[in-house]
């Protein structure tokens, strides 16, 4: 989508190597999310950020780190990649609630 | 914890119908409720935003609205056409989380419309 993308779009790794994922703004957002998306279980939020170095945990955090120095940029680690992280993954953006929500095409990732 | 359900999972229609989807969330103090649209391998396309003290939004053939009271919205496609054909993602903002402004879905309708 205009304005957020996502890098890379697809990857293959093996287990227990660590995976960074990407997701680049232009819109100056104060918010971002990442999400996984898997079949029968929805969209669930990773991590999220509000602010450069403000971030805090979703309901399926572990495995996962964030960190967010700048703010167009949020990047999404998998520290020791398993089987169970393969997914697609979302970035969002938000300015604020009022607005809503803008997604990233997504990356889809797999771990062998 | 929020809860966000979808009704129904799947449905196929033939072209030309109106057909409504439904949602329900179990916490009814939500700040907002949006509807996405995802087509296969893609992204979340936004539909219509509403606020918790709107009641409806339309947006061409597509009209949204909330009840929160009853914990309930709908999305009312018009006049339906083969291009609709994509999975349809409810999602709602609690209003007492605090300023983290999460989104929460549901699981998704995916709507077939036959030619």
């Known amino acids: 989508d205009a304005g957020i993308t996502q890098s890379p779009r697809h990857k293959v790794t093996e287990t227990g190597t660590p995976v960074t994922l990407r997701c680049h703004q232009t819109e100056n957002h104060r918010y971002m999310y990442w999400y996984r998306q898997d079949p029968g279980h929805g969209l669930r939020l990773i991590h999220y950020?509000?602010?450069?170095?403000?971030?805090d945990k979703g309901e399926v955090s572990d495995g996962y780190s964030v960190s967010r120095s700048k703010t167009e940029d949020f990047l999404l680690t998998l520290e020791s990649a398993t089987s169970s992280q393969t997914s697609v993954y979302f970035c969002a953006i938000s300015p604020a609630r009022e607005i809503g929500y803008t997604f990233g095409s997504g990356t889809r990732l797999t771990v062998v | 914890k929020q809860e966000v359900t979808q009704i129904p999972a799947a449905l196929s229609v033939p072209e030309g119908e109106n057909l409504v989807l439904n949602c329900s969330f179990t916490?009814?103090?939500?700040?907002?409720l949006q509807w996405f649209r995802q087509d296969p391998g893609k992204g979340l396309t936004s539909l219509l935003l509403?606020?918790?003290?709107?009641r409806e939004q339309t947006s061409g053939r597509l009209n949204a609205s909330l009840d929160k009271s009853s914990g309930r919205s709908t999305l009312y496609i018009a006049a339906s056409q083969p291009g609709d054909s994509a999975t349809y993602l409810c999602a709602v903002v609690g209003s007492s989380q605090g300023g983290s402004e999460k989104l929460v879905f549901g699981k998704g309708t995916k709507l077939t419309v036959n030619p």
């Open positions: 950020s509000y602010g450069v170095k403000d971030t």
């Open positions: 509403i606020q918790s003290s709107q």
């Open positions: 916490d009814s103090a939500i700040y907002n």
